[in-house]
């Protein structure tokens, strides 16, 4: 097993009161797809800012390629691609004056800087816009552009802060093809999400909530964490079928979908729910129940809750 | 109940050359939570802006609450709600002088505003929070606070931008809690977002591409329709193959 190619070991970070991440540790394989996955405000962009080097963790330290955020950070600024949340394009540069400006920032050879920039372009597909303003790029097209810059010094490491928030499903999956062909160079890739269901374009997830992880592995085994039963319920009035069962379990683990209620029975709680699914049934009140798959977010909330 | 709140009938909307909505028709029944999905530039916002009377149509027309949107588009303003992922929320009101500010705009009295922030209070669960600061909520309760400023007035119908943006599932299940608690009393709810997580809460989704309908359906008849597993895989489907 070769080392890893960031380390996190027990890291602290308070802003204030409020701490932001606590004794937080995990590993990334090189050429892995890591996915922080977790709400605003969950400690995503200060763990992601750390490996950066740009804040020092209170306490524990965090490595890449082995070099130490805090005494190496030089070592780690060279050697990772970078993308903040709100990256920072110029509006007034044109796409190549953008990816000519990085370059310039971290100084990449004269002679390597046409052929890497032709690259980027065929890479990105934003050869036809090379010339057009930045301000001009519809946002899926911005972040492709800062994804670019962030590669201009052929990096090993990415660390991508919530790269697709608020873009649209297409640029969405278009963004995550282009990250899955840099997985496969051997690039790796430390990504966070807001949306869920993006946690299975990833390797390996981590759940992060409130500072702390929720949870760590492939999909697989984090939906394998999921204890308990998703039922399905369909009937005629399904605002009636959600107030019953919500007289049984929590009101967030009941919800109305445009054509079914979804009831999350959790282990202790299956037998009950599944009875009281079998009584409604024989009632007329619900016309057909099936137990489905849990979702990524299932298994968020029933970790949430433990 | 059959009653439509929302008709639309060959509606379209041209920028110089540029068209951004190409006749497009659809119907919304009272109480009916619909779901309008498409990729940057697909024309939901200009839809969004013309049924909310603040855009003229080029040509075609319809009705929102019964209000025609070419000729009666101020009834219109007066009678919907729209919440939008930028809440117009005041940080430095407290909870309660926000709600007091958005009544004076909606034009409510005094009075009415005291008893509508009762009602809210209770079904919002604001409880505690009425005499905070707004600044110092949390994101779930922020937005269910805008929610509460969109439905102050009592609208018959509420636009919702991207509701959820960010907040952890357990607060985003509670906001559609009351999404669904005001559809089943009878009003109608738009919503447009980007999680497609989000997009299986609506009765019927209405996917947009390059100006004109794509597709129309429950989340169910769309999966179906289109042989995918989820509604992110239906949308990508349509939009890529069209």
């Known amino acids: ?306 | 109940m059959n009653e439509h709140s929302v008709v639309v009938k060959d509606l379209a909307k041209r920028f110089g050359d540029f068209l951004a909505v190409d006749r497009i028709s659809f119907e919304v029944r009272a109480g009916e939570i619909f779901g309008l999905l498409g990729a940057n530039g697909a024309g939901k916002t200009t839809t969004i802006r013309m049924l909310a009377g603040l855009l003229r149509p080029s040509s075609g027309g319809g009705t929102v609450g019964g209000w025609d949107i070419n000729a009666q588009y101020e009834k219109i303003k007066k009678s919907i709600g729209y919440m939008s992922q930028r809440f117009s929320l005041y940080n430095d009101l407290t909870v309660k002088e926000n709600l007091q500010f958005f009544g004076g705009v909606y034009g409510l009295s005094r009075a009415r505003v005291e008893e509508r922030t009762a009602e809210l209070d209770e079904a919002l669960g604001l409880g505690e929070w009425l005499d905070r600061r707004t600044a110092a909520l949390p994101l779930g309760f922020k937005q269910r606070l805008a929610l509460g400023a969109a439905i102050l007035h009592k609208p018959a119908i509420v636009f919702l931008d991207e509701p959820t943006s960010g907040v952890d599932p357990i607060a985003r299940r509670r906001f559609w809690e009351l999404i669904n608690e005001l559809a089943a009393g009878g009003v109608t709810i738009i919503v447009t977002t980007h999680y497609m997580d989000e997009a299986e809460y609506c009765n019927r989704l209405c996917v947009m591409h390059a100006a004109k309908i794509v597709s129309l359906g429950s989340p169910a008849e769309l999966k179906a329709r289109h042989g995918a597993h989820s509604i992110e895989d239906v949308f990508i489907q349509l939009v890529r193959g069209a």
């Open chain 1, 1 to 306: 097993m070769s080392d890893p190619a960031i380390r996190v070991e027990r890291v602290t970070k308070k802003h204030g009161d409020t701490v932001a991440l606590s004794s937080v540790s995990f590993s990334v394989a090189p050429g892995e797809m890591f996915g922080l996955i977790g709400p605003d405000g969950a400690g995503k962009t200060t763990l992601m800012r750390i490996l950066a080097s740009l804040v020092d963790p209170d306490e524990g330290e965090a490595r890449v390629l082995g070099f130490s955020v805090r005494s190496e950070a030089a070592r780690v600024r060279e050697a990772i691609g970078y993308m903040p949340q709100h990256f920072s394009l110029y509006s007034d540069l044109t796409v190549a004056e953008n990816i000519g400006f990085f370059a310039d920032l971290f100084g990449v050879p004269k002679e390597a800087r046409v052929s890497r920039t032709k690259e980027l372009l065929e890479f990105s597909r934003l050869g036809p816009f090379v010339k057009r303003r930045a301000g001009a790029l519809s946002g899926g097209m911005k972040q492709k552009l800062a994804l670019s810059c962030a590669l201009v010094h052929t990096p090993r490491v990415l660390v991508l802060d919530e790269p697709t928030t608020g873009v649209d499903p297409v640029s969405r999956r278009d963004f995550w093809d282009m990250l899955e062909k840099l997985r496969a160079q051997g690039v790796t890739i430390v990504v966070s999400t807001p949306y869920m269901n993006e946690a299975s374009l990833c390797g390996h997830i981590v759940f992060i909530h409130k500072g702390a992880i929720l949870a760590s592995g492939t999909v697989g085994e984090i939906a394998g964490l999921f204890r308990g039963t998703v039922f399905a319920v369909e009937g005629p009035n399904l605002q009636a079928i959600a107030a019953r069962l919500k007289d049984a379990v929590e009101h967030e683990l009941v919800r109305i979908l445009g054509d079914s209620v979804q009831v999350l029975a959790l282990a202790e709680r299956r037998v009950e729910v599944g009875t009281l699914i079998e009584t409604m049934r024989h009632e007329g009140v619900v016309s057909q129940s099936r137990e489905i798959p849990p979702g990524v977010e299932d298994t968020f909330v029933s970790l949430m809750r433990e």
